[in-house]
Structures are given as C-alpha cells and as structure tokens.
C-alpha cells in the first residue's frame, strides 16, 4: 500500500493555460475526492467518483473545471482557461466506498497551483 | 446538508499539557459519523480520530480522545500529553464533503 500520489506535486502556469492533475488511489478503494484548499482554510469538496462514476459535483466546479476517472483507477482534474483565483491546493483523496458518512478518507500530498 | 463550526482559529499548548480543540456541528442525518483529521506543517492530512454518532461512549485512541455531546451537536478533540509532533492544523468533519475552516495548533516546548 503505498498510500494517494498526486502528479506533479507543484505546478506554475500563466493565466489562461489550462493544465491537469492526476491522482492514483489506494488500490482497490472505490471512492475518490478532489478537493480545493486555499492557505489558512479548510478543503472545499469539488467533486467525488464511486469508481467510474462521477456522483456529486459541488458548486465551485465551475465549467471550466472538469474531472474523469476512467475504468475507475487514476483520476484527473483539469481547469481550463485559469485564472489567478484558481491558486491554491488542490487534495485528492480516496476511500473504500462502503459508504460516504463513514469511510475514513486517506488524502494525497496535493498538487499546489499558482497561476501567474 | 451539513455544516461544521470551528471557533477556535489558533491554540498553543505548552508540552505535556492538555488542550481541547472545539467543533460544533449541524445535521439533518439521523446515523453518522464525525471525524478529526490532522494535517502537519507541509504534509498530506490523516485521521486522527471519528466518532459514531449513535454510540453513547466517547472515541479514545492513545492520546487523543473526544467529547461527544449529541444534544449541542458538540464534538471535542482532546489531546492529553501534547507533543511537539502534534503541532498542525485540525479539521472536523461530519460527512466528510465539509470540513471546519481548521484550528491551528501549536505545541510549545
């Protein structure tokens, strides 16, 4: 078991690249969380996958944000068109899948963006 | 929905000593769990602790346990012994979508 990895670890972009991260799991959890952490505050759920499948999104998910996790393995996050405000963390986490209230999520080092 | 308050935004405690970290919750569920995670100085966050909402008897691992008041909807971390290792942020969470906004702790040597 060698815990969430998130590629690349930090990432600088002038503002209007798009760019993407991937996030592999613990093999053979099931769920898989993207989260947005900005200095000094809590994570802000972005979105989450039971396997393939894209369940919730929440409202920060704007278009220009999208998220896949094909065959239900690795995940990646895309933001398209950034802008500086998109600088911040951004934590991958996942969990077994039993079920969302209890599963304890296990979360990667994150992808630190800065947009220029 | 849920909602998680964390009124404490920074904390220190001297090594040794004991220190309460506070959470409060809101919920329209009538099972769940809540959680502390942990998050160090530069590195990737882990559980410290979760509590099951229909058990009566507080969650307790090594150091750490909670104050569980289901009425307030009250959910305390406690660290007896603190060390030097257990300066980091700490979040609460109910359903694990929504984190508190952290409390930042501090052990002094």
């Known amino acids: 078991d060698t815990g969430v990895s998130q590629n690349p670890r930090h990432k600088i972009t002038k503002r209007g690249q798009n760019v993407t991260f991937r996030c592999d799991p613990i093999?053979?959890?099931?769920?898989l969380y993207w989260y947005r952490q900005t200095l000094g505050q809590g994570p802000e759920f972005l979105t989450y996958?039971?396997?393939?499948?894209?369940?919730?999104k929440s409202r920060l998910l704007s278009d220009r944000f999208s998220a896949e996790r094909p065959k239900g393995s690795f995940s990646t996050l895309e933001i398209q068109r950034t802008e500086q405000g998109d600088s911040a963390m951004y934590l991958c986490?996942?969990?077994?899948?039993?079920?969302?209230?209890?599963?304890?999520?296990?979360f990667g080092p994150g992808t630190r963006l800065t947009v220029l | 929905a849920q909602t998680v308050t964390q009124s404490q935004p920074e904390m220190s405690v001297q090594e040794a000593e004991t220190v309460t970290l506070s959470c409060t919750y809101d919920?329209?569920?009538?099972?769940?769990?809540l959680f502390w995670y942990k998050q160090p100085p530069s590195r990737q966050m882990i559980l410290v602790i979760r509590?099951?909402?229909?058990?009566?008897q507080n969650a307790t691992e090594n150091r750490f346990s909670v104050n569980f008041q289901k009425a307030a909807k009250s959910f305390s971390l406690k660290i007896s012994d603190s060390q030097l290792g257990d300066t980091a942020m700490y979040f609460c969470?109910?359903?694990?979508?929504?984190f508190g906004t952290g409390t930042s702790l501090t052990v002094i040597p």
């Open positions: 986490a996942s969990s077994e899948g039993r079920d969302t209230f209890t599963d304890t999520q296990y």
């Open positions: 093999s053979e959890h099931n769920r």
């Open positions: 996958f039971q396997n393939e499948a894209q369940l919730e």
């Open positions: 919920t329209s569920e009538s099972n769940y769990y």
């Open positions: 509590q099951e909402a229909y058990k009566q």
């Open positions: 969470t109910g359903n694990q979508f929504y």
